[in-house]
């Protein structure tokens, strides 16, 4: 454990007690939130980011130290452990180390090497390389036997000796595995016949490029096409040198410096290991690297686009009236109270085949005037630009002296998945699956993260090659997310949902249940500490939970923040120091002026969390979330064909990758903002600049109306072409110019740097 806590404060800037303090809590169950949230002390203030990093590094290195065991414990019984092999092991700092070391001694099916020294031949190999100066033919007939009848016979088997202890040199191995990861190229070469079936990965037909450069996005992309049977993928050396060099570094450890008879003759067994055993494993392994660094990427970018998404503005608890256009099947409408509770549903056909206008405007003016809506939301799928302008009709029939309910077009990602789910099923026994839809638009405007939680994150559309990367990484990576996000906001014991509940640290599904079902038969709870009544919640999941859900108006002031009841002796000592009652304090800016948090530390809660308290007294349970705010789109611009070169719109970001963002503007086909576009200065990292659910103003750079594409700038200047930006790679610096053919491949396969519009930027996302 001391040499694990030392690598990973090194990785995450701590100290290694600081891990070791932190790997106990986790281990006995603490989760990442109420860590970092709660025992600040124990931690010396790890953050939930840096936290999560222990987490995930404990288990890897955790598995390497098992491994590492293992593989003394095999050496050890075979009686070859010597005291350098054993530093060696000791010493190997990763899983790929470890076995190129264990390779030697690793049990084995019966290989050439094994029948060659059946045969009598690894002295003859051992001669070879011993006398160089003896033709290798010589020395190899001495060896014949009825096993090896001829010279070639036992100068293979020699060969296939020496071939096996080059594969199985950690050292050699380790030269080789730096070099193709510096130097290799990932080609990719279309399947004959196969053109016009994977026309949609045309950009990798005849594509090359550094394997060390390669992005998540186009790494997944020729996977997937490799996968699909299009291309075929290949990881070597650059052909002209590359391979002469690895076949160089083979025969370094041979020792064939000369033109000795055995030299030659060793320099071709260093080429033919390269060509027929190495090149290949290396490939292999390089493949299997590719594949899981483009998936760790595509999981994080997936990660904080959901972050994002889910610490979205909500637009408060008001009277909404969800809207999820249709045409031929009609508008869905369903109107829900301040508390999310749906009081009147409906089908409205104001567009063809019905063209029912006027009917569709009177329901719509009865369910504002009856229900007091203050809001209503749009579905932004089909119909949608049809439905808002019905809407913004339809209001301005209001009389002046009423005010007008907010209309804000909401991403409907996923509602149509949920609508049909059993959790859905659960809550709307009685109402019909079409419009559940119209509910849960409704309702994630008035509180996205609570109307989200309910929603498999992967249908939510923020991921990239979301179905090409591991599930269950993918699933842990982004219920870490949704878990950090939910306690980071906080909860309303009294009003969330199971699944909203479930996600709080210390609880789960099982829990949640049983809060709702105690909360449905006893009434609203009155106090945290009520808690310890729910059936199965003991003292180890309350302390977990407690602080991180809130109750407004109950019997205990401090319920209503973040302050968790172990503390709650802490914070009347505060207030008493105040000479004032607890509630003429909270929520009070000044209340506390004249106090050292200081003077509050004692044996069990130090300044850290002393200091948390006097944020809570002043501020409490303050959401984390920006205020509200929308996009509006502009009036006329409906279709893709309204749109014009030069247009300044505003737009709301749907989703970021790694070479840009979407933007919806309201045309049904998002505009994509390429990285070169963001900002007037070189951006690496899109997330740096923009973020899912951001308000944005874009101007439109170009409009390719038959293949549906949309290019966008965020520049001040206007937006340079993507093509003409590309010098300005790296630190800004111009790059070498490219040769023709290279300027063709990198306005395709390349076009993550170099062209917002190619066809692998579209295909970088699954968008259903």
Not at 477 to 504: F, R
Request: with cysteine.
């Amino acid at each position: 454990m001391d040499r694990i806590a030392r690598t990973i404060a090194t990785e995450i800037d701590a100290r290694p007690e600081q891990v070791g303090a932190a790997a106990k809590l986790l281990d006995e169950g603490a989760t990442v939130p109420f860590v970092a949230r709660y025992r600040k002390e124990v931690t010396g203030g790890l953050d939930d980011t840096q936290l999560r990093t222990l987490s995930d590094r404990l288990t890897y290195l955790r598995e390497l130290e098992a491994r590492r065991e293992a593989i003394l414990a095999s050496i050890k019984d075979q009686g070859k452990l010597t005291d350098d092999l054993l530093k060696s092991i000791t010493r190997a700092d990763t899983k790929a180390q470890l076995e190129d070391i264990y390779l030697p001694y690793k049990p084995k099916r019966r290989t050439k090497a094994m029948i060659a020294r059946e045969n009598g031949l690894e002295p003859l190999a051992d001669a070879i390389l011993a006398s160089r100066s003896v033709e290798p033919e010589t020395l190899a007939e001495g060896y014949l036997n009825e096993a090896v009848p001829t010279v070639k016979d036992t100068l293979n088997g020699a060969r296939d000796i020496i071939t096996e202890r080059l594969t199985e040199n950690a050292a050699l191995l380790g030269e080789l595995r730096n070099f193709m990861q510096r130097e290799a190229l990932l080609s990719a070469k279309v399947v004959e016949g196969k053109e016009h079936e994977g026309a949609k990965f045309s950009d990798y037909f005849d594509h090359s490029e550094p394997w060390s450069k390669t992005p998540s996005h186009r790494a997944l992309a020729m996977l997937r096409a490799s996968k699909a049977g299009v291309v075929t993928l290949d990881i070597a050396p650059e052909p002209e040198t590359g391979a002469t060099r690895a076949e160089a570094m083979v025969a370094a450890h041979l020792n064939t410096g000369s033109d000795a008879p055995g030299d030659k003759w060793l320099r071709k067994v260093a080429g033919w290991t390269w060509r027929v055993k190495l090149s290949l494993s290396m490939m292999v392994e390089l493949m299997a690297d590719l594949r899981s660094r483009a998936q760790e990427e595509a999981i994080q970018v997936f990660s904080r686009n959901l972050k994002d998404l889910l610490f979205a503005a909500p637009a408060g608890a008001r009277p909404t009236l969800g809207l999820d256009p249709g045409i031929r099947t009609g508008v869905k409408a369903a109107a829900v109270d301040s508390t999310g509770k749906v009081v009147a549903t409906e089908t409205l056909y104001p567009f063809q085949p019905k063209n029912d206008q006027r009917g569709a405007q009177a329901a719509i003016l009865n369910l504002v005037a009856k229900h007091k809506i203050e809001l209503i939301a749009i579905g932004n799928g089909t119909a949608s630009r049809e439905t808002e302008r019905l809407v913004a009709d339809t209001l301005s029939l209001l009389p002046k002296t009423v005010k007008a309910p907010t209309k804000v077009v909401v991403s409907e990602a996923g509602a149509s998945v949920y609508s049909a789910s059993e959790l859905a099923a659960r809550e709307f026994p009685d109402l019909d699956v079409s419009l559940r839809g119209a509910v849960s638009i409704a309702r994630r405007l008035q509180d996205p993260l609570a109307e989200l939680v309910k929603i498999e994150p992967k249908s939510i559309g923020v991921g990239q090659y979301q179905h090409d990367v591991d599930q269950h990484r993918l699933s842990q990576s982004l219920e870490s997310v949704i878990e950090d996000v939910v306690n980071a906001v906080g909860v309303d014991l009294n009003m969330a949902s199971a699944p909203l509940l479930s996600h709080v640290s210390g609880l789960g599904p099982g829990l949640a249940e049983a809060i709702v079902s105690h909360r449905d038969i006893n009434g609203a709870f009155g106090s945290r500490k009520d808690l310890l009544n729910v059936a199965r919640l003991g003292p180890r999941a309350f302390e977990q939970c407690a602080g991180f859900l809130r109750i407004r108006d109950g019997s205990e002031p401090l319920d209503a923040s973040s302050v968790h009841p172990e503390a709650y002796n802490v914070a009347r000592r505060v207030v008493a120091a105040c000479g004032r009652d607890i509630r003429q304090i909270i929520g009070h800016d000044g209340a506390l002026k004249g106090l050292r948090a200081e003077q509050f530390i004692d044996d069990t809660f130090g300044l850290p969390t002393v200091r948390d308290i006097f944020a809570e007294l002043e501020k409490p349970g303050r959401d984390p979330r920006p205020s509200f705010k929308t996009a509006s789109f502009a009036d006329g611009i409906e279709e893709i064909t309204d749109l014009k070169p030069g247009m300044v719109l505003e737009g709301t970001v749907t989703n970021v990758a790694a070479f840009g963002a979407f933007v919806d503007i309201g045309v049904h086909q998002d505009g994509l903002v390429h990285v070169s576009q963001l900002a007037d200065r070189f951006v690496k990292d899109p997330h740096e600049v923009v973020k899912t659910g951001q308000v944005v103003k874009v101007r439109v750079v170009e409009v390719d109306v038959p293949r549906k594409r949309i290019g966008l700038t965020m520049r001040k200047d206007g937006g340079a072409s993507a093509r003409e930006d590309k010098a300005m790679r790296g630190n800004g610096k111009p790059s070498r110019p490219a040769k023709s053919k290279d300027r063709a491949r990198d306005h395709k396969g390349q076009s993550d740097q170099n062209s917002a519009f190619g066809d692998a930027l579209r295909d970088a996302f699954n968008k259903q």
